[in-house]
């Protein structure tokens, strides 16, 4: 363990400045936070209880799996809660979001009830998306959240789209500056994706203000990141071959997160250009519910457990006075409570009927589809049973 340790250190750079670590094998991370105004202890605090809230939100959906009230497919984000506060932390509320499948840490950072989140988890119609989506497809239009997406690196394009769109609509339609900047996130795996080279070429060619923040955490499935993804230790490289300019952030540190993304967020909405963010953190828990982690040594999680986020960001809270023993643990009782409740919200919220199925899929100009099995999409009228009428701006557009 000893000698692991002495390979190992956390993203967190050493006093010495020198930071690597083997799961990354990357460059050191530049420090940025030290030289910065302290946020005032207010917003300290938010932050704190964001992460324990994200943290205690996913450890009960892990006994909710177990107990099979959640089924499907299930990634937890545990370990990686800086990431998501940081972020969204350093955007305004109305630049637009859009991620992967391990998403309920980015939903609760945006501004998603506990409830409606986990009612998506067990499937019923008051999760935000009528229980149809469930864990990987968290969707807040009032937030600016554009999914959670379950195919890999899917979600870059659309990054690109939202960011033209908001541009096109700041600039062209509004004749003014474009002033939105879109985050759109991805995994390590994403990077290989054919998908994600051409949204970059796009959104270099195009001045678009997208930021791409990688979460690097070392894993693709089982497959560790210098297994299956070249320039592992510079990943920086896939960005400027577009142009790009892309910097390494301490995932592990939601200060660093916050301070390097501010800078990354200004400059994006300044100029109007995208960037690429190698943000360097570690899934605590296994890819999905069904992984036995064979690939990693337990030794390899102790010493990152050691590095623990919510961990770092306590002490930091507690040397600068902006919360006391008593405030941490009430943020902690508040938060079971909030997901306790979420929980049984979610448990008395009714299942989606069957007919539902065929319903916010596409458009529906001819009034609800009410479940036969023949559609007639382009020949309601000659059956004119198959449709009744519904409210004005029913479906998904
Ligand atoms: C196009 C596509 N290929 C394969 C998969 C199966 N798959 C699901 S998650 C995953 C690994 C992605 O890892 P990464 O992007 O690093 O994200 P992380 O799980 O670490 O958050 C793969 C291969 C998929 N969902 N979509
Ligand atoms: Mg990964």
């Given at each position: 363990m000893d000698s692991l340790r002495n390979n190992f250190t956390m993203a967190t750079p050493t006093t010495d400045g020198?930071?690597?670590?083997?799961?990354?094998?990357?460059?050191?991370?530049?420090?940025?936070?030290?030289?910065?105004?302290?946020?005032?202890?207010?917003?300290?605090?938010?932050?704190?209880?964001?992460?324990?809230?994200?943290?205690?939100?996913?450890?009960?959906?892990?006994?909710?799996?177990?107990?099979?009230?959640?089924?499907?497919?299930?990634?937890?984000?545990?370990?990686?809660?800086?990431?998501?506060?940081?972020?969204?932390?350093?955007?305004?509320?109305?630049?637009?979001?859009?991620?992967?499948?391990?998403?309920?840490?980015?939903?609760?950072a945006r501004g998603m009830t506990a409830r409606a989140c986990m009612a998506e988890m067990f499937g019923r119609v008051d999760g935000c998306a009528k229980g149809k989506g469930g864990s990987m497809h968290?969707?807040?239009?009032?937030?600016?959240?554009?999914?959670?997406?379950?195919?890999?690196?899917?979600?870059?394009?659309?990054?690109?789209?939202?960011?033209?769109?908001?541009?096109?609509?700041?600039?062209?339609?509004?004749?003014g500056k474009s002033s939105r900047v879109t985050l759109c996130f991805l995994g390590d795996g994403a990077l290989n994706q054919g998908a994600f080279h051409e949204a970059l070429n796009l959104s270099g060619l195009m001045n678009l203000p997208v930021i791409y923040v990688v979460e690097n955490n070392g894993y693709s499935m089982g497959t560790s990141i210098h297994r299956g993804t070249t320039q592992s230790h510079d990943l920086s490289s896939k960005a400027l071959g577009y142009g790009i300019d892309a910097t390494v952030i301490d995932g592990m540190n939601v200060m660093e997160v916050y301070h390097g993304m501010k800078d990354v967020v200004e400059k994006s909405r300044r100029e109007s250009r995208p960037a690429f963010v190698d943000m360097r953190c570690y899934r605590y828990k296994g890819h999905s519910m069904s992984?036995?982690?064979?690939?990693?040594?337990?030794?390899?999680?102790?010493?990152?457990?050691?590095?623990?986020?919510?961990?770092?960001?306590e002490k930091f809270v507690l040397d600068q006075g902006a919360i006391t023993q008593d405030q941490i643990k009430?943020?902690?009782?508040?938060?079971?409570?909030?997901?306790?409740?979420?929980?049984?919200?979610?448990d008395n919220s009714p299942v989606p009927p069957l007919s539902d199925l065929y319903h916010d899929v596409y458009r529906e100009p001819w009034g609800r589809y009410t479940g036969t099995?023949?559609?007639?999409?382009?020949?309601?009228?000659?059956?004119?049973?198959?449709?009744?009428?519904t409210r004005e701006g029913d479906g998904l557009i």
């Open positions: 020198k930071s690597s670590h083997d799961v990354h094998g990357g460059l050191p991370i530049p420090r940025r936070s030290a030289n910065r105004p302290v946020p005032s202890a207010d917003l300290l605090r938010v932050w704190y209880r964001e992460m324990v809230l994200i943290r205690e939100f996913e450890i009960r959906c892990m006994q909710a799996y177990q107990d099979k009230k959640i089924g499907g497919f299930c990634h937890v984000y545990i370990g990686q809660e800086a990431v998501a506060v940081g972020c969204v932390a350093a955007l305004k509320p109305q630049d637009p979001l859009v991620t992967a499948y391990r998403d309920h840490g980015h939903a609760l968290m969707f807040d239009r009032e937030h600016h959240l554009y999914g959670g997406h379950g195919i890999v690196g899917a979600q870059t394009p659309l990054g690109a789209g939202l960011a033209f769109a908001t541009k096109y609509e700041d600039e062209v339609i509004n004749n992984d036995p982690r064979k690939y990693r040594s337990r030794d390899e999680e102790a010493i990152w457990e050691q590095g623990d986020p919510i961990g770092i960001f009430s943020v902690q009782k508040e938060v079971k409570a909030e997901v306790r409740d979420a929980i049984e919200f979610a099995s023949e559609p007639r999409m382009y020949g309601g009228a000659l059956n004119p049973p198959t449709f009744r009428a």
